[in-house]
C-alpha cells in the first residue's frame, strides 16, 4: 500500500460530512478549489501553522490509491509537494480518524504512525 495522506479537520465539520456521505472541505479549501492534504512528512508543519492551538480537531488519514486522477501532488510551501484533491473526498478513502489532541506544550500530538 502508498502511504497514507492525512487532512486535519475540526470534528464538526468531518460528523457533517458523514451525514451527507462525503467530505468536500473546508471552507480554506472550497475557496482553493481543492482539499488541502499532507503526506506524514508534512503534516506537523502543516498542524502548527494552520491550526495552532485549536482544539477539537480529527486526523484523518486516506488511501491515496482510491483517489483516482484527482488527486494531485502539485508546489506549495517552499516548492514541497503537497496532495491536493480537486472534487469531494469519498468516505470510502478513509483509513482511519483519531483525535488530535493538544498537549502540555500546546502542540498537537499525533499517533506514532504518522512520520
Excluded at 502508498?2 to 471552507?27: N, Q, S, T
Excluded at 501532488?73 to 473526498?89: D, K, N, T
Aim: charged fraction near 25%; aromatic fraction near 10%.
Amino acid at each position: 500500500m502508498v502511504e497514507p495522506i492525512y487532512k486535519i479537520a475540526p470534528r464538526a465539520l468531518w460528523e457533517a460530512a458523514k451525514a451527507r456521505g462525503r467530505f468536500d472541505g473546508a471552507p480554506v479549501d472550497e475557496a482553493d478549489g481543492y482539499i488541502h492534504f499532507s503526506t506524514g512528512q508534512q503534516a506537523r508543519e502543516t498542524a502548527a501553522r494552520h491550526f495552532a492551538r485549536q482544539d477539537d480537531l480529527l486526523l484523518i488519514a486516506v488511501d491515496p490509491a482510491r483517489l483516482g486522477e484527482a488527486l494531485r501532488f502539485e508546489p506549495s510551501r517552499g516548492g514541497a509537494l503537497f496532495p491536493h484533491l480537486y472534487g469531494p473526498l469519498p468516505l470510502d478513502a478513509v483509513l482511519w480518524v483519531e483525535d488530535l489532541p493538544l498537549g502540555a506544550d500546546g502542540n498537537h500530538q499525533f499517533p506514532g504512525s504518522v512520520r
